[in-house]
């Protein structure tokens, strides 16, 4: 479902999220950063997907590149990702 609604709508951010959310609770993680990567080129403003790529890159082991996900979210206005960076 969430690679057909890319099909129908490859200039569409939140569809390569979707997906890519997929492939986290799937365990696929590789796959996950693929499609957050395309929706942040798509939509760099959106604070859900720097946070999504956070999680995904924390589950990765990537904590380094996690964290500047998170801040960058915060810089955008996400008050979450500013708590979840004072912790």
């Given at each position: 479902?969430?690679?057909?609604?890319?099909?129908?709508?490859?200039?569409?951010?939140?569809?390569?999220?979707?997906?890519?959310?997929?492939?986290?609770?799937?365990?696929?993680?590789?796959?996950?950063?693929?499609?957050?990567?395309?929706?942040?080129?798509?939509?760099?403003?959106?604070?859900s997907y720097w946070?999504?790529?956070?999680?995904?890159?924390?589950?990765?082991?990537?904590?380094?590149?996690?964290?500047?996900?998170?801040?960058?979210?915060?810089?955008?206005?996400?008050?979450?990702?500013?708590?979840?960076?004072?912790?």
């Amino acid at each position: 479902v969430c690679t057909h609604a890319v099909e129908l709508a490859p200039n569409d951010g939140g569809a390569y999220n979707n997906r890519a959310m997929a492939y986290y609770k799937a365990g696929d993680d590789k796959a996950a950063l693929r499609d957050l990567d395309k929706a942040l080129v798509l939509e760099p403003k959106s604070t859900s997907y720097w946070t999504n790529r956070y999680l995904v890159r924390m589950h990765a082991g990537q904590s380094g590149a996690a964290r500047a996900d998170l801040a960058k979210a915060c810089d955008l206005g996400s008050e979450a990702a500013c708590d979840e960076l004072k912790k």
